[in-house]
């Protein structure tokens, strides 16, 4: 997880303390980028030198990115509103919802995966019928082998809805399966070796 994302991860780690620390944050922002104006402002009057020009344009750059901080910071915001929203409706209760929603926060920063996508894919495997209580063990498994194929957040969202669906049917039927071999798990392999079964018997 790259340290922007962490340090809102860390700061959100639950709603009230999130709102709290958004308005520190931005707050620090919004100070640090008078003061930087007001810098590059009296540089460039005080000189009017090449020194003074390019001091100007690395502040204008700093200006940038901390006007790219507060997006990001208002995105995730409406992100974790949302989820909590979400989650409320899907779990029963805005208590349940914030206690899954630090779980799951706290599991995305052991991971390679960023919260949003956990958030996408825990959304789905309640939609598919796992329970809260199963959504993060299986999570886990599935994401503990997609890291180990290299995999992207597109290829866990892939496993996810496959093992998804075969949740909901009931049953691992062939075109599941053959998601799961497409994403890089060896489906058959493992359901041969379950089965004591070759995997043309597998299949078959």
Not at 24 to 34: F, L, W, Y
Not at 78 to 103: C, D, H, R, V, Y
Not at 193 to 199: G, N, R
Request: glycine share 8%.
């Amino acid at each position: 997880m790259n340290p922007l994302a962490k340090l809102f991860v860390e700061v959100g780690a639950n709603t009230t303390k999130f709102h709290s620390g958004m308005k520190q944050v931005n707050s620090s922002i919004e100070s640090t980028a008078k003061q930087a104006s007001f810098f590059s402002n009296a540089i460039s009057t005080a000189t009017g030198t090449a020194l003074g020009m390019m001091t100007t344009k690395v502040i204008d750059a700093f200006s940038t990115n901390i006007e790219w901080i507060k997006k990001t910071g208002e995105e995730f915001n409406i992100l974790k509103e949302n989820s909590q929203l979400a989650f409320e409706t899907m779990l029963g209760s805005g208590e349940k919802a914030t206690q899954f929603l630090k779980e799951l926060t706290k599991f995305a920063e052991r991971t390679p995966f960023e919260l949003p996508g956990l958030i996408d894919a825990s959304q789905k495997m309640l939609a598919f019928g796992f329970t809260a209580q199963q959504v993060l063990p299986t999570l886990t498994s599935i994401g503990d082998a997609v890291s180990g194929l290299g995999g992207s957040p597109e290829k866990l969202q892939r496993v996810i809805t496959a093992i998804g669906q075969i949740k909901a049917k009931g049953k691992a039927q062939a075109q599941e399966m053959l998601q799961l071999a497409e994403a890089g798990i060896p489906a058959w392999d493992i359901l041969a070796k379950h089965l004591s079964v070759t995997i043309p018997e597998a299949m078959k």
